[in-house]
């Protein structure tokens, strides 16, 4: 269980606000600055990676538990936030609990101040201690001849024992166990102490106690989860729990002379021990444990805004981002040297990219990564998330890369339309403006790139057209009656022209766009949901929400779903560079390739639920960019990851549509 963590925050996305423009001809928008995060075009150096959280994040964060108390919440509140499935209940707080000195294991020499030793039951020196290892299983004390059997140190007044330990001293209550037959290799010290001297001596090792001073109930939430913690982890392992990180940080006796740290504070987090004396968390639900057992509640200092699941429901943490808790560790960017990677996996030889292959799903960047493949010029490896953190000192397994090497798709970022009628650029893409705030006839609902990606169009249901940056104004049917409500559009390869389509699959071209056909008198089983020109733009498909696919012009017809049981209806399409294939996906986000179109994955083949709105081609079509209604984007194949709507600031909580930026 790490210690309280810190590190440097960052922005992973910027939105930048723009006047909207009225519909009509207009000049070209100046262009508003790009946000960070560009992918890079040949092998990096160093990987840079932006990401959420610090530690493992399986139940509760620290952090959010402080954001939480901040904002009212009591301890039960939090606790119940964090660990689902469990409830509050008492133990006696007249137990004891050994804790593994890790510091002193294999110590040749373990000096005492303010102990009496005990052998057997039988007092051998008092005072200043000292405790020698002769050999094997045997020690000395004071010098005296060497003794079988474990040396037993108990306080010879009201004071604690103090211990030396490398660098300094450190006071501990309770007793102290000189153990002389090594355990598993190790020769081992053990604090015999009182289950609440023990916690007391766990909260302000963990938790700041200075938290006191404005979020007592973060510090007893701490309390709770480090007693339950550790009688769950001692009733596991059948032995002592250990004092550092891989258990949970233990330092003795804080309140005593020379006490490593927080000393000016340890009074709020004695409180929140004293506050909660005797209460644990026991499992009530099947995936924490036994009913009625004290549940393990694991924690760490920053889930990111999603805890990680496992025995404990995943859960959202508003609390990790509260702005008065001033958590570093919610948003963080780290780079790693390209060395580092090859001596983590050797076998890859020179380093050239990253592609995450599978997310959790929750959150922001499509959630915490569950595995990537790591490529280099003499092959690739799998693995998980947690062993690429690991491996490489990252502060979680939540990150995304902003320059994943070759395989970026072409893409240096991507934007996405909100429900607002906003703009949301991510990675290299820029904001030339929106039509947020304006007052339209009808909502915004979909935009089109220029093929130069130096501006885009926005389109209204009525077909009115919001031109920005380089885009032109070519026509709109604002003025036209139309039978069903315009919910898309697709622009030329030239960009001199657009075609708009309807939902009755009208088509109405403007510019050097060509009229090749629509369903627009067709009587269709399901309404059209989108439409894909091909590469010559000498013809374009129309798909239906059932997967009935109309091709026109030198559109060719290589399958459809329509006489197929959908789980979920289609709701877009893609097709192939060579315009020899397309893809469909649902609204579950399933996935359908016919012609040479390839298939990268889905939501329900990495067990994500979702709703898509929108799909969009990397430019290199080695995968594609699946966008969730919330925001979240899903990228596939060799598509990069820079971000979610949702973590895009005045992100209006619904997502329309998606296109990526070409680097």
Same mark, same amino acid.
């Given at each position: 269980?790490?210690?309280?963590?810190?590190g440097?925050?960052?922005l992973t996305?910027?939105?930048?606000?723009?006047?909207?423009?009225?519909a009509?001809?207009?000049s070209?928008?100046?262009?508003a600055?790009?946000?960070?995060?560009v992918?890079?075009?040949s092998v990096?150096?160093?990987l840079a990676l932006?990401?959420?959280?610090?530690?493992?994040?399986?139940?509760? /964060?620290?952090?959010?538990?402080?954001?939480y108390?901040?904002?009212?919440?009591?301890?039960?509140?939090?606790?119940?936030?964090y660990?689902?499935?469990?409830?509050a209940?008492a133990?006696?707080?007249?137990?004891t609990?050994?804790?593994?000195?890790?510091e002193?294991?294999n110590a040749?020499?373990i000096?005492?101040?303010g102990a009496t030793?005990?052998?057997g039951?039988?007092?051998?020196a008092?005072?200043p201690?000292t405790?020698?290892?002769? +050999?094997?299983?045997?020690?000395?004390v004071?010098?005296?001849?060497?003794q079988?059997?474990?040396?037993?140190?108990?306080?010879s007044?009201a004071?604690p024992?103090?211990?030396?330990?490398?660098?300094?001293t450190r006071?501990y209550k309770? +007793?102290?166990?000189?153990?002389?037959?090594?355990?598993?290799g190790?020769?081992?010290?053990?604090?015999?102490?009182g289950?609440?001297?023990?916690?007391?001596?766990?909260?302000?090792?963990e938790?700041p106690?200075?938290?006191g001073t404005?979020?007592?109930?973060?510090l007893?939430?701490?309390?709770v989860?480090?007693?339950?913690?550790a009688?769950?982890y001692?009733?596991?392992?059948?032995?002592?729990?250990? *004092?550092?990180?891989?258990?949970q940080?233990?330092?003795?006796?804080?309140?005593?002379? @020379?006490?490593?740290?927080?000393?000016?504070?340890t009074?709020?987090?004695?409180?929140?021990?004293?506050?909660t004396? =005797?209460?644990?968390?026991?499992?009530?639900?099947a995936?924490?444990?036994t009913?009625?057992?004290?549940?393990?509640?694991?924690f760490? !200092? !920053?889930?990111?805004?999603w805890?990680? #699941?496992?025995a404990?429901?995943?859960?959202?943490?508003?609390?990790?981002?509260?702005?008065q808790?001033?958590?570093?560790?919610?948003?963080?960017?780290?780079?790693?040297?390209a060395?580092s990677?090859?001596?983590?996996?050797p076998?890859i030889?020179?380093?050239? !990219?990253?592609?995450?292959?599978?997310? +959790?799903?929750?959150?922001?960047l499509?959630?915490?990564v569950?595995?990537?493949?790591?490529s280099g010029?003499?092959?690739?490896?799998t693995?998980s998330?947690d062993?690429?953190?690991a491996?490489?000192?990252l502060?979680s397994?939540w990150?995304a890369?902003?320059?994943?090497g070759?395989p970026s798709? /072409?893409?240096?970022?991507?934007?996405?339309? #909100?429900?607002?009628?906003?703009?949301?650029?991510?990675g290299?893409?820029?904001n030339y403006?929106?039509?947020?705030?304006?007052?339209l006839?009808?909502?915004?609902?979909?935009?089109?790139?220029?093929?130069d990606?130096?501006?885009?169009?926005?389109?209204?249901?009525?077909?009115?057209i919001?031109?920005?940056?380089?885009?032109r104004f070519?026509?709109s049917t604002?003025n036209?009656?139309?039978?069903?409500?315009?919910?898309?559009?697709?622009?030329?390869?030239?960009?001199?022209g657009?075609?708009?389509f309807? @939902?009755? $699959?009208?088509?109405?071209?403007?510019g050097?766009?060509?009229?090749?056909?629509?369903?627009?008198?067709?009587?269709?089983?399901?309404?059209?949901?989108?439409?894909?020109?091909?590469?010559d733009?000498?013809?374009?498909?129309l798909?239906?929400?059932? /997967?009935?696919?109309?091709?026109?012009?030198d559109?060719?017809?290589? =399958?459809?779903?329509?006489?197929?049981?959908?789980?979920?209806?289609v709701?877009?399409m893609?097709?192939?560079?060579?315009?020899k294939g397309?893809t469909l996906?649902?609204?579950?986000?399933?996935?359908?390739?016919?012609g040479?179109?390839?298939?990268?994955?889905s939501?329900?083949g990495?067990?994500v !639920?979702?709703?898509?709105?929108?799909?969009?081609?990397?430019? *290199?079509? $080695?995968?594609?960019?699946?966008?969730?209604?919330?925001?979240?984007?899903?990228p596939?194949? *060799?598509?990069?990851?820079y971000?979610n709507?949702?973590s895009?600031?005045?992100?209006? $909580?619904?997502?329309?549509?998606?296109? $990526?930026?070409?680097?």
């Amino acid at each position: 269980m790490p210690r309280f963590v810190t590190g440097a925050a960052v922005l992973t996305a910027a939105l930048v606000a723009a006047a909207p423009l009225a519909a009509g001809p207009a000049s070209a928008a100046t262009p508003a600055a790009a946000s960070a995060g560009v992918a890079a075009t040949s092998v990096p150096s160093e990987l840079a990676l932006v990401g959420h959280g610090y530690g493992h994040g399986r139940g509760m /964060g620290q952090y959010g538990a402080y954001g939480y108390a901040l904002t009212g919440w009591n301890v039960n509140q939090i606790l119940n936030q964090y660990y689902g499935g469990t409830a509050a209940s008492a133990v006696s707080t007249a137990q004891t609990i050994d804790v593994r000195l890790d510091e002193l294991d294999n110590a040749s020499t373990i000096t005492a101040q303010g102990a009496t030793a005990y052998v057997g039951g039988a007092q051998v020196a008092t005072g200043p201690v000292t405790v020698t290892r002769v +050999n094997g299983s045997q020690l000395s004390v004071n010098g005296a001849p060497a003794q079988s059997g474990d040396v037993t140190l108990v306080p010879s007044g009201a004071g604690p024992i103090v211990l030396a330990i490398p660098g300094g001293t450190r006071a501990y209550k309770g +007793n102290i166990v000189v153990k002389a037959a090594p355990i598993g290799g190790y020769a081992q010290v053990w604090n015999t102490v009182g289950i609440e001297d023990y916690v007391a001596g766990v909260v302000p090792a963990e938790s700041p106690a200075s938290w006191g001073t404005n979020g007592p109930a973060a510090l007893q939430a701490q309390a709770v989860a480090a007693r339950s913690y550790a009688l769950s982890y001692v009733r596991a392992a059948g032995g002592p729990i250990c *004092d550092t990180t891989y258990c949970q940080v233990y330092d003795g006796d804080q309140d005593a002379a @020379g006490n490593p740290t927080n000393s000016a504070y340890t009074t709020y987090s004695d409180a929140a021990v004293q506050a909660t004396a =005797g209460v644990v968390r026991t499992c009530t639900a099947a995936a924490c444990g036994t009913p009625g057992q004290v549940a393990f509640t694991e924690f760490s !200092s !920053s889930t990111g805004g999603w805890t990680a #699941g496992g025995a404990f429901s995943a859960a959202v943490d508003d609390g990790d981002g509260v702005a008065q808790a001033g958590n570093p560790n919610h948003d963080w960017s780290q780079t790693v040297p390209a060395s580092s990677i090859e001596a983590a996996w050797p076998s890859i030889g020179t380093f050239e !990219s990253i592609t995450v292959t599978a997310r +959790n799903g929750l959150g922001d960047l499509g959630g915490r990564v569950k595995s990537l493949v790591v490529s280099g010029t003499a092959g690739s490896v799998t693995v998980s998330g947690d062993s690429f953190a690991a491996n490489l000192g990252l502060r979680s397994d939540w990150f995304a890369p902003t320059n994943v090497g070759r395989p970026s798709g /072409g893409l240096d970022g991507y934007w996405l339309l #909100g429900s607002d009628g906003g703009v949301y650029p991510f990675g290299g893409a820029v904001n030339y403006g929106s039509t947020k705030g304006a007052a339209l006839n009808a909502p915004v609902l979909a935009m089109a790139p220029t093929a130069d990606q130096a501006g885009y169009w926005l389109v209204a249901a009525d077909g009115g057209i919001f031109q920005f940056g380089d885009a032109r104004f070519y026509g709109s049917t604002g003025n036209v009656h139309l039978n069903r409500p315009v919910i898309g559009m697709t622009a030329t390869a030239d960009s001199a022209g657009y075609w708009l389509f309807a @939902g009755d $699959g009208g088509v109405f071209q403007f510019g050097d766009a060509g009229f090749y056909g629509s369903t627009g008198n067709v009587h269709l089983n399901q309404p059209i949901v989108g439409m894909a020109p091909t590469p010559d733009g000498k013809g374009y498909w129309l798909v239906a929400s059932d /997967g009935g696919i109309f091709d026109f012009g030198d559109a060719g017809f290589y =399958g459809s779903t329509g006489n197929v049981h959908l789980n979920q209806p289609v709701v877009g399409m893609v097709p192939t560079a060579d315009g020899k294939g397309y893809t469909l996906v649902a609204r579950d986000g399933g996935i359908f390739q016919f012609g040479d179109a390839k298939y990268y994955g889905s939501l329900p083949g990495i067990g994500v !639920s979702d709703t898509v709105v929108a799909v969009a081609p990397t430019a *290199d079509g $080695g995968g594609y960019l699946i966008l969730g209604a919330g925001g979240t984007v899903y990228p596939f194949g *060799d598509a990069p990851s820079y971000g979610n709507g949702n973590s895009a600031p005045g992100w209006p $909580g619904r997502a329309l549509d998606i296109f $990526g930026h070409k680097g």
